[in-house]
């Protein structure tokens, strides 16, 4: 099915471990995008990619990397997690369609927990 | 700075009336554009209306419609005939169209909505 998912869907890790969450669409939208959601508050980037090979910062990057190396996949990198870093993952891309082109869609999202 | 301010951390409504959610946005760029998600119990955001700052008329999609006040720097979202469905996380966002702003969407801390039958 189109659209833009996300894996995995829950992961449980320990602190000091790298973890890598995936995002892949397949509108082949040029901009995609990482976000957290922490309880009590809306989402916060992380970061963001206008197109292949271009990525920038958003709100709140320490501790994160990304790659996008395809324009279809946008892996998130906790280099090594901590407890501050539990949390639920969004990924979303832009659609660029004439009506909504602001509009950002939203995958179904990553449980992450830190020990 | 952008900030998007939703001052309502929860609401109820009686099923089939309508409802208002509020947001308050400030920026000091001319153009830009306001959201609205719906994010139910099983954690997915869903896309559920905009309106550009420079749209003559108010957004509406099916029962959802934003009344958008410019001068009040004000987005609120109106739900009519509310459904039980219509229980969920809502979430106010706004996104600067300047040369700097990259397209980044600045969230508001939600809106929790509770339909009652």
């Known amino acids: 099915d189109a659209g833009i998912t996300q894996s995995p869907r829950y992961k449980i890790t320990e602190t000091g471990r790298q973890v890598t969450l995936m995002c892949h669409q397949t509108?082949?939208?040029?901009?995609m995008f990482w976000y957290r959601q922490d309880l009590g508050h809306g989402l916060r980037l992380i970061y963001y990619?206008?197109?292949?090979?271009?990525?920038d910062k958003g709100e709140v990057p320490d501790g994160y990397v990304v790659s996008r190396s395809k324009t279809e996949n946008f892996p998130l990198t906790l280099e090594s997690a901590t407890r501050s870093q539990t949390s639920v993952y969004f990924c979303?891309?832009?659609?660029?369609?004439?009506?909504?082109?602001?509009?950002?869609?939203f995958g179904p999202g990553t449980r992450l927990l830190v020990l | 700075a952008q900030k998007i301010t939703q001052t309502q951390p929860g609401m109820f409504v009686q099923e089939k009336e309508a409802v208002t959610l509020d947001c308050t946005y400030d920026?000091?760029?001319?153009?830009?554009?306001l959201f609205w998600y719906k994010q139910p119990s099983s954690g997915e955001m869903i896309f559920l209306i905009y309106?550009?700052?420079?749209?003559?008329q108010n957004a509406t999609e099916g029962r959802y419609s934003l009344n958008f006040q410019k001068a009040r720097k004000s987005a609120n979202l109106v739900i009519s005939a509310s459904q039980l469905g219509d229980s969920a996380m809502y979430f106010c966002?706004?996104?600067?169209?300047?040369?700097?702003?990259?397209?980044?969407?600045?969230f508001g801390s939600g809106t929790r909505l509770l339909v009652r039958p």
């Open positions: 979303a891309s832009r659609d660029q369609t004439r009506k909504s082109q602001e509009t950002q869609y």
């Open positions: 509108w082949s939208h040029s901009y």
């Open positions: 990619s206008a197109a292949a090979d271009i990525t």
């Open positions: 920026t000091s760029d001319p153009s830009y554009g």
């Open positions: 309106q550009g700052s420079y749209d003559q």
């Open positions: 966002a706004m996104r600067e169209i300047g040369m700097d702003s990259s397209y980044k969407l600045i």
